[in-house]
Nanobody, 111 residues
Framework: QVQLVESGGGLVQAGGSLRLSCAAS????????MGWYRQAPGKQRELVAS???????NYADSVKGRFTISRDNAKNTVWLQMNSLKPEDTAVYYC?????WGQGTQVTVSS
């Protein structure tokens, strides 16, 4: 069993920044891909960014150049630095590792 604890969501004005963090604990032997997904009201959950244990990253086109994903393998922690936030970034953000999801953290961007 793996537990994912997220933090860092909140309310911010357009153009502002937030940093999300996700710490994994429990039955961890090695985690390759860690990622962030988001789900806005009435929309499907979508990939925001992912990162492998070797540091390879992948971003949704809508966040490229604004968001940065990073991780600390020793601490099984992944972060999502979100800059130049837009109202359309408003969603519940979920941390994900293979087979497990975090509980989600709300990000609200006001115009």
């Amino acid at each position: 069993q793996v537990q994912l604890v997220e933090s860092g969501g909140g309310l911010v004005q357009a153009g502002g920044s937030l940093r999300l963090s996700c710490a994994a604990s429990g039955s961890i032997f090695s985690i390759n891909a860690m990622g962030w997904y988001r789900q806005a009201p009435g929309k499907q959950r979508e990939l925001v960014a992912s990162i492998t244990s070797s540091g390879s990253t992948n971003y949704a086109d809508s966040v490229k150049g604004r968001f940065t994903i990073s991780r600390d393998n020793a601490k099984n922690t992944v972060w999502l630095q979100m800059n130049s936030l837009k109202p359309e970034d408003t969603a519940v953000y979920y941390c994900k590792v293979p087979r497990y999801w975090g509980q989600g953290t709300q990000v609200t961007v006001s115009s």
